[in-house]
């Protein structure tokens, strides 16, 4: 049996961490129900069993555990998975999600998971660049639904580079591989644990990152969304996650799939 690391109440105080949010919900909390998109490695999968694998995954039964409930996945591919919330098919989406500023009129967001740039995979030697003057005839393979999705039609689309959607990165991928795709664009990590680490990435290689957003479609980091009217799972999933930072739990599950810290902690500063 763990050990489980008592914190005083000054040292939770400093360590922004607030009594455990039992009272502040009505109905006792027993299940918490996650919406994910499996099909994006190594942050949230199906493993060969059919079991949800990834690093959102042990996030997601790592929380559960610090709320003493019982933790569920449902699969649910990403363009849908807000109308999906919406309509309570789950309680919260935990699909590395980024927090942007139309996402955040229709969803409420937690603190900070982590933080990962978007990037531009394409096969070695191409010399492709995410950039419009890279690109111009170029096709492009996004995923539904993503923040790369709408960079890509906004500043890329109109001026000559034909942007293909997909269902999800697994599709991507395989239309990559396949030579039907020039480039992707994903996160970057995901890129390159996900695929380029993989015996199908050999021949192909992260090209730059994008960093020209006037719009701010890229929006700022990673978190778990919930719906606007459950304010009171919203404090319990932000108290969870810090008793994670606090006891190290974090850091052994990010050490499981991470060679480097994928947490931003000057982002959580700026977290709600």
């Known amino acids: 049996m763990k050990k489980i690391f008592a914190l005083g109440a000054a040292a939770m105080c400093a360590l922004g961490i607030a009594a455990a949010p039992h009272a502040a919900q009505a109905k006792q909390l027993t299940q918490i129900t996650f919406g994910v998109d499996a099909t994006y490695p190594p ?79 394409a096969k070695k030697g191409s010399g492709l660049m995410p950039t419009v003057a890279s690109l111009k005839g170029k096709t492009v393979g996004v995923e539904a639904g993503t923040i790369q999705e709408t960079y890509a039609k906004t500043y890329w689309q109109p001026n000559g580079v034909k942007v293909v959607s997909y269902q999800g990165q697994d599709q991507v991928y395989a239309d990559l591989l396949s030579g039907r795709l020039d480039a992707s664009l994903q996160d970057s990590v995901e890129a390159d644990y996900g695929f380029l680490k993989t015996p199908k990435g050999a021949d192909y290689a992260l090209a730059g990152n994008a960093t ?16 606007k009217d459950e304010p009171a799972l919203l404090k319990k999933i932000n108290w969870a996650i810090a008793k994670l930072h606090a006891n190290g739990e974090y850091n052994k599950i990010q050490a499981k799939y991470f060679n480097f810290s994928i947490y931003n902690a000057e982002a959580a500063k700026q977290a709600p």
């Open 212 to 227: 020209y957003d006037p719009q701010d479609v890229l929006g700022s980091y990673i978190a778990i969304g919930v719906r």
């Open 43 to 121: 942050f949230e999968s199906l493993s060969p069993s059919g079991k949800f694998v990834g690093f959102d995954v042990d996030l997601g039964r790592a929380i559960c555990a610090e709320l003493k409930v019982k933790c569920v996945f449902v699969n649910q591919s990403f363009d849908g998975i807000i109308p999906a919330l919406q309509a309570r098919k789950f309680d919260a989406i935990l699909s590395s999600m980024t927090v942007t500023p139309d996402r955040a009129k229709v969803v409420d967001f937690s603190s900070e998971m982590f933080d990962e740039p978007t990037s531009l995979i």
